[in-house]
C-alpha cells in the first residue's frame, strides 16, 4: 500500500510539472491580442516595428494649400497589423485590441507657393523629414467614453519622441473621428483603397 501511494504521488507531480510546462509554453506562443503597450499609470509606450505592418496610405494636407496653417501639414503613413486587416475585410470592423499607427513626414523642400518641387519624375509633393508619431487603439471597455477608441500623439515633431504618452483630450482628436467617421469604426477608410473598397 505504502509502494502504491508513493507511486501515485510521484505520477501526480510528473503529471502536475506536465501541465505547468506546457501551460508554460503556451503562454510563450500565444500570440499577444494588441500591440499596444501600456504603463502602469496608463499611458501608452511608443510603437516599434510597425514599418513592417501593412501601409494602408499616406494622405497629405500641406500648408501652402491650406491658407498657410494646416492641421496636418506633413505626409500621414498610415500603418495597421495584417491580421487586424484581415479581420476587418471579412467583418467590416476592426477587433478589439487593433492599432493603428500615422507616421508623418514633413514635405522635402518647398520651392513653389503651393509647397511642391520638381524632381526627376515630375512637379509634386515628397517626403521629406519625419516629423511625428500618432497612435490609435480600439479598446471597448479602456475607450469607453470615445467610441472604443483611444488617441495619442508621441510628439509632432523631429525625432526624438517621448517615450510615453498619454491619451489625447477629446477635444484634440476623437471629437473629430466621432463627427465624422462613427459609422466606419472610427477610421478614415475613404482615404486608404485597400479599406475603401471594403465598403462600397
Known sequence: MKKYLIVLAVSVLIAGYAAFVRGKVFAQQAPKQSSAEFTSDGKLKLPVGFRKWVFVGAPLTPNALNGGAANFPEFH???VEAKNLDAY???GTFPEGTVFVKELTRVLNPTFPDGSRTEPSGRGFFNGELNGID???KDSKRFAKT????FFTFGHHPMPYAETAAESPVSECAWCHIANVAKTDMTWVQFYPILRDKVK
Open 77 to 79: 503613413h498610415v500603418y
Open 89 to 91: 475585410m471579412k467583418t
Open 135 to 137: 497612435e490609435t487603439v
Open 147 to 150: 467610441n472604443g477608441w483611444g
